[in-house]
């Protein structure tokens, strides 16, 4: 991993993506984490897009939390009834 203040952050976005195999890229600003630059493996745009979009976020959220409350379905049920 490597942490680098937003000041210092000098080499082009280009040039710290060619570097992702060697771990993420966490920028700080003030000593503060502003941004990340990740690897993606095993993902497409669309999982990449939803896994930071926080509405989305808090929709699952509020579907766990509703599961832990009242209750659910396990998967294997749903295959179950859905077989």
Same mark, same amino acid.
């Not at 280009?14 to 993606?40: F, N, R």
């Given at each position: 991993?490597?942490?680098? !203040?937003?000041?210092?952050? $000098?080499?082009?976005?280009?040039?710290?993506?060619?570097?992702? &195999?060697?771990?993420?890229?966490?920028?700080?600003?003030?000593?503060?984490?502003?941004?990340?630059?990740?690897?993606?493996?095993?993902? &497409?745009? !669309? $999982?990449?897009?939803? +896994? $930071? &979009?926080?509405?989305?976020?808090?929709?699952?959220?509020?579907?766990?939390?509703?599961?832990?409350?009242?209750?659910?379905?396990?998967?294997?049920?749903?295959?179950?009834?859905? +077989?």
């Amino acid at each position: 991993m490597k942490v680098i !203040e937003r000041a210092e952050a $000098t080499q082009s976005l280009a040039e710290y993506a060619a570097d992702i &195999d060697k771990g993420t890229v966490i920028v700080l600003d003030q000593g503060q984490p502003v941004a990340a630059l990740v690897s993606l493996e095993n993902a &497409d745009l !669309e $999982t990449a897009f939803l +896994s $930071t &979009d926080r509405r989305f976020l808090e929709l699952i959220e509020r579907s766990r939390a509703r599961v832990r409350a009242e209750g659910g379905i396990s998967s294997q049920e749903m295959r179950r009834r859905f +077989s």
